[in-house]
Nanobody, 112 residues
Framework: QVQLVESGGGLVQAGGSLRLSCVVS????????VGWYRQAPGKQREFVAR?????MYADSVKGRFTISRDTTKNTVYLQMNSLKPEDTAVYYC????????WGQGTQVTVSS
């Protein structure tokens, strides 16, 4: 069983920054992909960023968000800069390794 624990969410003003962290219970060097998704109130969960063979971003965050990983700490990061109110959502870490695994989510609220 793979476990993921996110942290780093909070309340920030528009234009500010946050860094989310996701600690994974297995070696992320071995998994197929790691990524971040988000779900705003009343909306479906949507893709934000992923590292697999390469790095991919949703158009809405490209140039503002950066996904990275530290394989020595089995941790995935999401650096979020120039935050906008529309970035407000619960952010979920995701690992693909035969199956798909999710963390419990961390709330990000961006005030205008």
């Amino acid at each position: 069983q793979v476990q993921l624990v996110e942290s780093g969410g909070g309340l920030v003003q528009a234009g500010g920054s946050l860094r989310l962290s996701c600690v994974v219970s297995v070696s992320i060097f071995s998994v197929d992909a790691v990524g971040w998704y988000r779900q705003a109130p009343g909306k479906q969960r949507e893709f934000v960023a992923r590292i697999s063979s390469g790095t991919m971003y949703a158009d809405s965050v490209k140039g503002r968000f950066t996904i990275s990983r530290d394989t020595t700490k089995n941790t995935v990061y999401l650096q979020m800069n120039s935050l906008k109110p529309e970035d407000t959502a619960v952010y979920y870490c995701n690992v693909v390794w035969s199956n798909t695994y999710w963390g419990q989510g961390t709330q990000v609220t961006v005030s205008s």
